[in-house]
């Protein structure tokens, strides 16, 4: 079992930043691919970025890309997600989420599928 706690949301103007964690307990974090969604009122759940067991490939939406930047530190069962520029679009709720690392593919961990476990979520809120 793993549990995944959130933190670093808020509220931030538009073209700000923000910098949320992740920090999983439980099982060997270290061999979890961990991916960030978000949900945004009366919206579906959707992909924002992954990134698999050795941080050395990471995947992004294309609304995202350029502006997000994943990352983990499996020392510390920690995944981040740095957010620059951001936009009112970008406002949601965000989860993480962890999932077994065997997928060969790219992009597969784009799937909600993918994921056992997922956080509770943190609230971003960006302001025009």
């Known amino acids: 079992q793993v549990q995944l706690v959130e933190s670093g949301g808020g509220l931030v103007q538009t073209g700000g930043s923000l910098r949320l964690s992740c920090v999983a307990s439980?099982?060997?974090?270290?061999?979890?691919?961990m991916g960030w969604f978000r949900q945004a009122p009366g919206k579906e759940r959707e992909f924002v970025a992954d990134?698999?067991?050795?941080?050395?490939?990471?995947h992004y939406a294309d609304s995202v890309k350029g502006r997000f930047t994943i990352s983990r530190d499996n020392t510390k069962n920690t995944v981040y997600l740095r957010m620059n520029s951001l936009k009112p679009e970008d406002t949601a709720v965000y989860y993480c989420a962890a999932g077994d690392d065997y997928c060969a593919g790219y992009g597969c961990y784009a799937r909600q599928s993918e994921y056992d476990y997922w956080g509770q979520g943190t609230q971003v809120t960006v302001s025009s």
């Open positions: 990134i698999r067991r050795s941080g050395g490939l990471t």
């Open positions: 439980g099982r060997t974090f270290s061999s979890y691919a």
